[in-house]
């Protein structure tokens, strides 16, 4: 199979097995699991943030953060299509008690006027604002990057009015890498921030959260509390270290397939795509004359998993499991589908 599902179905290097295997470890609960402590602070680093938090997938990682900077009645400032409003089972209104006031983006990004706008006045009637988050790169704008100057100006209109930017940058590294900017910078213009260990960068499960050392404290009860203090997680730290000491710099690859990939799809009748905006790894086409469910179905009938996306709208994801090979021959069957129109 070619599984062009998501970049979470990569397998962890044999390296990072060994890491696992060797891994030195401590009750994390008290503090004193060496190998998280190193993961933690080197995502601190990597980030320019005080403090970091391990949590067990990127849901949590966005919801610790939610739960810590939003008391309950309050309204998150969020773009419509970001994965804490599509994809988190509607943690953040059963959890966090918070309502969300969605804007539409443009390549998954709102402009700081609409920002500015959007930020509730003082007035007995309005949720008052407690969070803008922002995703980056975004997963529904097919791994669309927001650019630094963008998340800047959100970032400034934010401070003015007192109120915290949480980026979910699930994905933040392939920004990096595709932009050349370092992690830090874009990081620089957030409060807090999530990134995950278990997507493009391949390691087996994880996430972390960024932030000022008074907030990850707030982060670390909430864990607590959703049942994330998970004792000896060493186990789970110690590939995540080798995933950011090793696997960083290749995403370059993922993104050169998907341009590969999506250029291949638009010289095909039945499929759209504009390949100049895959800046990153995830390839987001629309059919013409199929259901995305019906394509996805033909095309695993020979060999090529990818996700329908919407009615007609399909998403390929590029990772370190997919060859520059297996992206000829899925471009292949997916050519064969869309001929024979799914029979
Ligand atoms: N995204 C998954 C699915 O949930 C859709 C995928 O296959 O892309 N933020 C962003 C931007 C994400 O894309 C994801 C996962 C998460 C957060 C959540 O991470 P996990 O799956 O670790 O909870």
């Not at 009750?27 to 998280?36: A, I, L, M, N």
């Not at 943690?91 to 539409?104: E, M, N, P």
Request: aromatic share 4%.
């Amino acid at each position: 199979m070619i599984d062009l599902r998501s970049d979470t179905v990569t397998q962890p290097t044999e390296e990072m097995r060994r890491a696992m295997a060797a891994a030195e470890l401590g009750d994390d609960v008290y503090g004193e699991d060496p190998t998280v402590n190193r993961l933690q602070e080197m995502v601190a680093e990597m980030l320019g943030k005080e403090d970091a938090l391990l949590v067990t997938s990127g849901t949590q990682g966005n919801q610790v953060s939610i739960l810590a900077h939003c008391p309950p009645g309050s309204e998150v400032i969020v773009e419509e299509e970001a994965h804490i409003v599509y994809y988190e089972a509607g943690a953040a209104a059963a959890l966090a008690g918070v309502q969300f006031r969605t804007l539409k983006g443009e390549r998954g990004a709102p402009d700081a006027a609409q920002v500015r706008e959007a930020i509730r006045a003082d007035n007995i009637h309005f949720p008052p604002t407690s969070l803008i988050c922002l995703e980056n790169t975004h997963n529904r704008a097919g791994g669309a990057i927001i650019p630094l100057e963008k998340m800047e100006s959100i970032y400034q209109v934010a401070c003015e009015h007192g109120i915290p930017v949480h980026l979910d940058g699930a994905r933040l590294f392939n920004a990096a890498v595709a932009t050349g900017i370092p992690a830090r910078k874009f990081a620089a213009f957030t409060h807090t921030v999530q990134i995950c260990l278990s997507k493009g960068l391949a390691a087996p499960v994880g996430s972390v959260v960024a932030g000022p050392r008074e907030w990850i404290e707030r982060a670390r009860r909430w864990r607590k509390r959703l049942g994330g203090g998970m004792r000896h997680a060493g186990i789970i730290a110690a590939p995540g270290i080798v995933a950011l000491q090793t696997m960083v710099e290749r995403l370059a690859e993922d993104h050169a397939n998907a341009r590969f990939l999506a250029e291949g799809l638009a010289a095909m009748p039945g499929i759209e795509i504009d390949p100049r905006l895959v800046e990153t790894n995830i390839v987001v086409a629309t059919l013409k004359k199929m259901k995305a469910a019906d394509f996805t179905r033909a095309l695993r009938e020979r060999g090529v998993l990818a996700n329908p996306f919407s009615s007609y709208k399909v998403r390929f994801v590029t990772h370190k499991d997919v060859s520059r090979v297996d992206v000829e021959k899925a471009l292949k069957e997916i050519a064969a589908v869309l001929k024979n129109g799914g029979h």
